[in-house]
Every structure is written in C-alpha cells, then in structure tokens.
C-alpha cells in the first residue's frame, strides 16, 4: 500500500509570493492534516480536512489556507510569504477523522521544504 | 495550556543502554498520548502510543509510563541501538473533539557503538 505522497519535494519561492503544495493520502484515507515543522516552534497543527470541510484550524493567520477535493486529496496554499514561512510543510492521512474516544492514526508523508529566500 | 514540554533536547546514549525521554501536559482534556519517531527526510512515524487509564505499556524495547496526577509521561528505550538514532516527538490529543496533534519540542537521540 503506498503512503502518503507530497509534492513537491523542494520548493524555493521569494518573499511575497504565494506557494501551493499538495498532498495524496493512503488510499481509503478521508482526513488529511496539515502541520509546519520548524526548528524553533517544532511541529504545529495547521489543519485538517474531512470530507471536503476543514473541520480544525491551528494558530496560523489567515495566509494559509487548504482545501480538500472529492477524491480527499488535499492542497494547502501560503500566500504573501515570508521569511518566516520557511519550513517542513507535513502532510498526514487517517481513515476518519477522531471521535468519541477512538483515535484513528495518522500516517504522515516526508513533508515539502519551503525555502523562503 | 496546549503545550507539551518535553525534555531532554538531546541525548547521546551508548548502545545497549537504556534512553529516557520526558513529557509533560497540562491540558487534562487530553486523552491519547502517542510517541513519534522521525529519521532525517522522513516524516514521523507512530512508535508506541498510550492512554491514561494506563500506567505502562510496552512494546517490544520501548516503554511508555504514564503518571497521570503528575500529568507526565515518559518513553523508554531498552537495550538502545544505533538504528534507534532519530528525533522523537511525544504528542497528545483529545480523541473526542479533533484529530489534532499537539506535540513536545523533540528529542535527537543518539546511539553510539
């Protein structure tokens, strides 16, 4: 069974423009979220996708935005960027999102670096 | 009060010996701790997980012990190996409300021969 897939792999973008990535989840895989991995803050929850509706949003501003398609492959968009935006973006894939006290694993992809120059 | 603190940054543990890797919380919402373990150019992968209705768990080498008044957590390592050498990550989560990690700073461990 394949993982989760992100591409791309690489990315070097400048200050001001805007970035797109985008995320495949493990077939049968319907929630996708979203985490930015920095040496300073470490991982941090962006958000997660359920069936095409964000269900969960972290402390990000309003700059970073996703979205999920009908076949629960998911985009995450950055726009005006900035230095500060440089980072591991991670990806990760679970079959349902969790409720009533089951947790449901999260397999995650080798992430997207975003170098902000 | 999301945070989970972890310590130590990093650890340098001879092989065969046992590595320790420290938690703590303080949302008492949470209800699921899992333990990440991350090679470099990989994404984290799930190790050992635990709830806290139990003290321990173990699998294999690793152990997780669980305290939950003091709201800690720990990861064991037994009879560490070189192969062992990543950055862990403790987590916590609240399987009611959302799928959302909330994750300790990370632990680069390694394991010398």
């Known amino acids: 069974k394949a993982g989760v897939t992100q591409t791309p792999r690489y990315l070097i973008k400048t200050r001001g423009q805007q970035v797109t990535l985008s995320c495949s989840p493990i077939?049968?895989?319907?929630?996708v979220s979203w985490y930015q991995q920095t040496p300073g803050q470490g991982l941090q929850f962006l958000f997660e996708y359920f069936s095409e509706t964000q269900r969960n949003k972290g402390n990000f501003p309003g700059r970073f935005s996703g979205r999920q398609f009908s076949n629960s492959r998911s985009e995450m968009n950055v726009s005006t960027l900035e230095l500060g935006d440089s980072a591991l973006y991670l990806c990760?894939?679970?079959?349902?999102?969790?409720?009533?006290?089951?947790?449901?694993?999260?397999?995650f992809g080798p992430g997207t670096r975003l170098t902000v120059l | 009060q999301q945070q989970v603190k972890q310590s130590p940054q990093s650890l340098i543990v001879q092989k065969g010996g046992i590595s320790i890797i420290n938690c703590a919380y303080e949302?008492?919402?949470?209800?699921?701790f899992p333990w990440y373990q991350q090679f470099p150019g990989k994404g984290p992968a799930l190790l050992i997980a635990i709830r806290p209705d139990v003290s321990e768990k173990k699998e294999g080498r690793f152990t997780i012990s669980f305290n939950k008044s003091a709201k800690q957590f720990s990861l064991h390592i037994m009879d560490s190996q070189p192969g062992d050498s990543a950055t862990y990550f403790c987590a916590a989560t609240n399987t009611g409300t959302a799928s959302k990690l909330t994750f300790g700073t990370g632990t680069r461990l390694q394991v010398t021969l």
């Open positions: 949302n008492t919402a949470f209800d699921y």
């Open positions: 990760a894939s679970s079959l349902r999102p969790d409720r009533g006290g089951t947790y449901n694993e999260q397999f």
């Open positions: 077939s049968g895989h319907r929630s």
